[in-house]
């Protein structure tokens, strides 16, 4: 038997079934009207502010990253709780948008934006993190035939990376950002041209979940920012430390200690070098706001053996759950915390595989693991959902199209 | 620097462009109005499957599988070409009726049909390939509700496997089909249950690109098809002899010889065993119909360079060519075939990486390869883009949205 990933807190049985938000799965999916669906927790994001909130020292703005669930109802729900948004694209602008957030409070990454992109951002304020010398021209060319004097901030690829982190976004040649010897000239630049200037954003990894590793990176882009902004000859107005907080995912992994991280960047911020006084800090976190939030659930409706293995299959899979599938920047698939539930508080009774419904063996939410006996009808519970889960799986391969999702 | 994938035969240049039907890439985004954008060429799908009519035996029937590209116009140009199609969902049954294909021309094979999309296909004249005892039993009571005999064939789970394919659809414990020692009992209880006998699917891999492989996995196909017609005491109607027809992606990849398969097939249809004489046998093929026949257009947005490396950043990216970025099923990303379209006659003039402009490293369409120097402006061709691209993608990644799509 394989083992699971780790169930969030938060989670727990009524009337022997999972229960979100005081409701038990199979009422969540009639209200949804259909599986496979996803369920994100109002009272699991509030909670998770309020956590970040209290370990963080409270000089430090709290963003938070919209690729991770760009889901109206969450965004609207997040609006009020975190300081900013970042967004990736002309599209999550408009998603932004939508939500009803101020666009001053957002700030946009992303090594590809088009011209129009530029402008959208631009004529509504939101600042830029600039990913090259070629985008800031573009940038001020824009603003100046806008009328407008653009918010400018610079994305520096920092010489370090984030160790430990699922993704490095830092330490060498990469596409994101500017290399940090060429960023002074650049900001020069732009503090003449009359762009508003906004400060750096730094960003060298994520997914990390050694507090260790984070405490040594914001140590490092503290210093970083701080030797640029000497070298730029100018106080820094803003700076964006990155995020990098992971969540735990498989078997043995254990949570981010956030205390210390905070206890550590308190530490720091209350040791800033002079030109770094009046800067404004920003941490940007998406995975670790909306991950634990979100339950994916999806309905079996089948139940087979084949060569003495158990399957079974269900009316989800992998073009909702890319990455539990393992088949999102994953070398060893592992499986995440997935549980029967129909049958959560149920003891362990049998081994079997969770399959999606999808005609391919990279179809797979869980491998030879543990669960009470399922039978076709009960509903199948993937954790860790509420990030990197809709939005970034092919819901169209094999013609299934989007789950349902509902906030509740 | 690194290779690159072959570039498919078909493609040239035109005024020192990728010529596509005729029209340049510049042309064909213009049509199309934006990028990024895919091109599906309806001449490269002709003769594709000119050439396996002229390698297989006659009395081979040649399926489409819808999953590898379910673009309307594909399916339309496809639709007097070969003479059956392969479904996966009841989404891929709207998009074949949308297409006008006649539904007795379907078969539907997936290891999770929810009831209703057994009814709909039942309704309609759709073969089901049927994945379980369990699927077959509720088959057979949505049809005898309706008044409907469904016309039923058995997914066999065959013993043994393709070898060196890309995905192993047979061999040990699998979500797919039904282990073969227990077909004949199920074949037994459908032919007596009234329902229309259509016989059996085995399929046993996908993605080989050795002749020798698919000749034995078919040699096989037909042993095993025949031993269960035998066990089940019938003739076999139908029998659908798989896929697994590969094409070149990677450096070093060589063409399948499909003369050779071919040849080896007639020689295996001209010697049937009795029980087998009167069946109709078909291939399934998806990947190798469509593949080669689309190209994934996308603009330089950024020339950069990062610590002496040389990024062109693009407008696209793997939320529309998940499996070229290395992220769908591969353990060691590879180059697929790549090249600067708007400059596709030009000599190799340095190393570049072609990234999208999604803010993830995984964004990589191509790793240290070669080519002439290219600017913000020019389009970037990705090939191999006919099957598994625009549909197997994860879309709506950071606010992306899908790509257009065109057949010319």
New interface residues.
Partial sequence: MKPIGPIPAGYAALDGELAIGGKKASELVEIAGRTPLFIYSRNLLTHRIAQLRAAMPERLALHYA??AN?FGPVLEHLAPLVDGFD?????????AGAAGIDPRRISF??????DAELEAAISRGVTLNL?????AARALAIGERLGIAPRLAIRV?PSFDLKGSG???GG?????G??AERVPALARDIIASGAEWRGFHIFAGSQALSAEAIIDTQAQTLTLAADLAVASGAPLPHCNLGGGFGIPYFPGDEPLDIAAVGDALSRKLADLPEILRETQFCIELGRYIAGEAGVYLCRI????V????T?L???G?LHHQ?AASG???T?VRRNYPVAIATRFDAPVEEEA?V????????DRLADKAGFPRAE?GDLVAVFCAGAYG?????????????AAEILV
């Fill in positions: 919209v690729k760009p967004i990736a694209s002309g599209g999550e602008l408009e998603m990454a992303g090594p590809g934006k088009r990913e090259s010398e070629g985008e690829n993704m490095k976004m060498g040649a990469k596409p994101f500017i290399d409706v089948d139940r087979k084949s060569h003495g293995e399957y299959v269900t009316d899979g890319l088949n999102f920047g070398v595989n399959v999606g419904c999808l005609c391919t063996p990279l076709v809709a939005s970034a799986s092919p819901a169209m391969f094999l013609g299934q199209g989007p």
